[in-house]
């Protein structure tokens, strides 16, 4: 079993930024891991933000496109960041990290969510 633990996210005023972090621990050293950061903002369904392959491709929500940075560690392929630039009210909602571990089945996980709020 893959687990999920997000983390980075915290109360910043309009322009500032925040870097978020998703770490999958367990049985993921075999078979492929793709990663993607959702949002839900209260009262709105829950949305994809980015999302970074196995092999490195990304991919961004309009909204966030030139401002978010998709991006694993270099040396921890079971890690991976959401760089957030130039943050403005709407972007404050719970990020969820979901990872998607592909060894012979696919599987995906989830985390519980890191809080991200943006005053104006």
């Known amino acids: 079993q893959v687990q999920v633990v997000e983390s980075g996210g915290g109360l910043v005023q309009a322009g500032e930024s925040l870097r978020l972090t998703c770490v999958a621990s367990?049985?993921?050293?075999?078979?492929?891991?793709?990663f993607k950061w959702h949002r839900q903002a209260p009262g709105k369904e829950r949305e994809l933000v980015a999302l970074i392959s196995d092999n490195g491709a990304t991919k961004y929500e309009d909204s966030v496109k030139g401002r978010f940075t998709i991006s694993r560690d270099d040396n921890a392929r079971n890690t991976v960041y959401l760089q957030m630039n130039s943050l403005t009210p709407d972007d404050t909602a719970v990020y969820y990290c979901?990872?998607?571990?592909?060894?012979?089945?696919?599987?995906?996980?989830w985390g519980q969510g890191t809080q991200v709020t943006v005053s104006s």
């Open positions: 979901n990872v998607l571990h592909y060894n012979l089945w696919l599987s995906e996980f």
């Open positions: 367990g049985p993921t050293s075999t078979g492929t891991l793709s």
